[in-house]
């Protein structure tokens, strides 16, 4: 079946420092996913990615899909201490369950 | 945030109880879902249901049951769990299918923390 996998699985970084975290899938996607769970709190969507290739910011964070539609990546710039959490990737392919990724816990030091 | 709510927050049950999670979403949603989130394992989707209707059941034993009387509401019977079931069980709502089982974004409740002794 339908495999994703998210690498780092912990980064710690100085405050101000960036991060990025990496999705890889099994298979080519119909599109991507990310959400943001904080400590002790339910996973919060944050945006979707449909076209090979495509980039998109909010703010300091920047998401990539890749040419292929197989992976993606999320980038924080100069991170903060309301960035801690865990991001989560979800591979959306039709004929497949939504796939999320076993997530990357960053945790940012002041 | 109180667009998806679940009830209990916390629940603790015996391998031999019978119990039942509660989910209601309030943002007009028609399709609903279950989730496992456990420490040793990703967010796993464990059921689907679209206008009322159960469009995936992703390989959950019989032991957990849902049922969706509505497009507001959701259930998750359980009975006879195994001390493995212990995790965070999460709800989540989206308007709907988009068509050849693509999935819309999720909006999440705040999950039962179910433990089994």
């Known amino acids: 079946g339908q495999q994703v996998m998210q690498i780092p699985q912990y980064q710690h970084v100085q405050e101000g420092e960036d991060f990025t975290t990496y999705c890889n899938s099994s298979t080519t996607l119909s599109n991507i996913q990310w959400y943001k769970q904080r400590p002790g709190g339910h996973p919060v969507f944050l945006i979707q990615?449909?076209?090979?290739?495509e980039v998109k910011k909010q703010k300091r964070l920047t998401f990539q899909f890749g040419e292929a539609k197989k992976n993606s990546s999320l980038h924080i710039t100069a991170t903060q201490t309301t960035d801690v959490g865990t991001y989560f990737c979800?591979?959306?392919?039709?004929?497949?369950?939504?796939?999320f990724g076993g997530g990357t816990r960053l945790m940012v030091k002041p | 945030e109180t667009g998806v709510t679940q009830t209990p927050r916390h629940l603790v049950m015996g391998m031999t109880n019978k119990k039942s999670l509660k989910c209601e979403q309030h943002l007009g949603h028609n399709a609903m879902y279950w989730y496992k989130q456990s420490a040793k394992k990703p967010l796993e989707l464990m059921f689907v249901?679209?206008?009322?209707?159960?469009?995936e059941n992703n390989s959950v034993p019989s032991r957990f049951s849902p049922e969706c009387p509505n497009s507001s509401h959701l259930f998750l019977h359980l009975h006879t769990l195994q001390p493995e079931d212990s995790a965070l069980y999460l709800c989540a709502s989206s308007p709907r299918l988009a068509g050849g089982n693509l999935y819309h974004e999720q909006y999440f409740g705040p999950g039962t923390r179910l433990t089994v002794t």
């Open positions: 990615l449909v076209k090979s290739g």
């Open positions: 979800a591979g959306n392919n039709a004929g497949n369950m939504l796939t």
């Open positions: 249901y679209n206008f009322k209707e159960q469009t």
